[in-house]
């Protein structure tokens, strides 16, 4: 027996919302935890490695102006920001690429985008290991390496970990994924290195000048 038409339910409920209003009310919410989710998940060590997502872009972009400004805050009377500036701009650019290539010449299934993104997402640790000295000891932090390579064997330690799981996990063969993996963490934690020595220390060319008349 056939239903008449005004028996069925109806195809809008009554209580329909548009969906402009659905996107405005869930979007701060669901904006907050991914974003929150993807600056933590460089230190996270996990070989889980999900299909890339635009969003992914808003770590190394933290990451890159955090760099930006802590070199702006120590550069030196006598060098110039540009120098910083290329520097971190040329590894967060080249890094990616340099693995990329590796990756492919290793058979790995990772694409360029996804390497990109956890490669330079991994640049949150370099941040973290500049930052954190400064914020816990702001006098000391130049007078002493150790509060430096603690951070660095703690924040610098865990992205640089996290990358190499996820690279290694992509390649098929078991030599590749040592021979990879060495070279990946080496120039990230090298990385690490330069920055604090070369523009960070007051020891080293281009150093804070500020605190020069302290040691």
Not at 6 to 21: F, G, N, Q, V
Not at 134 to 151: C, G, R, T
């Amino acid at each position: 027996m056939m239903h008449r038409m005004w028996d069925k339910e109806p195809l809008i409920p009554t209580s329909y919302a548009p969906r402009y209003k659905q996107i405005l009310k869930a979007s701060p919410q669901v904006c907050f935890r991914d974003c929150l989710k993807l600056l933590l998940a460089p230190l996270i060590p996990s070989p889980k490695c999900e299909p890339f997502k635009p969003l992914e872009l808003a770590t190394p972009t933290v990451a890159y102006i955090g760099l930006v400004l802590i070199l702006y805050n120590f550069k030196s009377d006598t060098s110039e920001l540009s120098t910083a500036l290329l520097a971190v701009t040329l590894y967060m650019t080249l890094a990616p690429v340099g693995t990329y290539l590796l990756c492919r010449a290793a058979k790995a299934t990772l694409t360029f985008m996804k390497v990109f993104s956890v490669v330079a997402a991994s640049q949150i640790g370099t941040l973290l290991t500049l930052l954190v000295p400064i914020l816990i000891s702001h006098e000391n932090a130049f007078k002493s390496h150790v509060p430096f390579l603690v951070a660095l064997a703690v924040f610098g330690g865990l992205t640089t970990i996290r990358v190499c799981l996820v690279i290694i996990v992509s390649l098929p063969v078991p030599v590749m994924r040592l021979i990879v993996g060495t070279l990946v963490a080496l120039m990230n934690l090298f990385f690490v290195l330069y920055l604090h020595f070369a523009f960070m220390h007051p020891t080293f060319k281009y150093g804070i000048g500020a605190y020069k008349s302290s040691f």
